[in-house]
């Protein structure tokens, strides 16, 4: 049997993923949570009680610790254990920074059951799961020359380009203080390096950034 952590800030979301792990007799659930610091709390807890689940279905969204954060703090505390990514967003932000990072998968909210499914069983195994579209994407990006240009926001950290993708669509500090669940200091540490790693003096040029490079921040 496959006990699974369903990890997902919208209780909706929780039901629908509940209900399609009950479909499949080889799946159980472990256990749920609402948020990033009660996700890695029932993964220290399952270690402790030597009831670890075999995979953690972590949304990228969440508040308090987005996905990618508690997956960096998995990897490092369990880095035996696969993390399925999930996202609404489209695959080109997200896919490969996860996989990066130690994914075990990446799929996207929009999948179907059947996929979900296989994805959990794939990497219960032991193996990695991407689309062939997250394929051509992860392909690409290991895969360009050395001495290729890469763009600039790619020297981003996760933080960062979240902070960056927010600047670019007219929020401002306070707003992204409050989406993110960061003091408004901590929001212009992060502006003021992203100007710098972009090499753009202020927000319309950062926006204008975005909108050059759109193709690959869609």
Do not use: W
């Not at 999930?86 to 999948?111: F, M």
């Amino acid at each position: 049997m496959i006990r699974v952590l369903v990890c997902d800030d919208h209780l909706i979301v929780r039901q629908g993923i509940k209900q399609i792990l009950a479909d499949a007799s080889d799946i159980a659930l472990a256990g749920e949570a609402g948020n990033g610091p009660e996700a890695v709390a029932l993964v220290r807890a399952g270690a402790a009680a030597d009831q670890m689940p075999d995979v953690v279905l972590l949304d990228i969204a969440m508040p308090q610790r987005d996905g990618l954060d508690v997956l960096k703090q998995l990897r490092a505390e369990f880095p035996k254990l696969p993390v399925l990514m999930l996202s609404t967003y489209p695959d080109r932000q997200y896919a490969v920074r996860s996989l990066k990072l130690g994914a075990a998968g990446y799929l996207n909210k929009s999948a179907d059951s059947e996929q979900m499914i296989e994805a959990i069983r794939r990497v219960a195994r032991g193996r990695l799961f991407v689309t062939p579209h997250v394929a051509e994407l992860l392909a690409g990006a290991m895969g360009a020359g050395a001495h290729e240009e890469r763009p600039l926001h790619e020297r981003l950290s996760h933080r960062e380009y979240q902070v960056f993708r927010l600047l670019s669509q007219g929020a401002s500090v306070g707003e992204i203080a409050a989406q993110l669940s960061l003091s408004p200091n901590t929001v212009s540490t992060y502006r003021a390096r992203i100007l710098e790693k972009t090499g753009v003096r202020n927000d319309v040029e950062l926006a204008l950034y975005a909108v050059r490079h759109a193709d690959l921040l869609a």
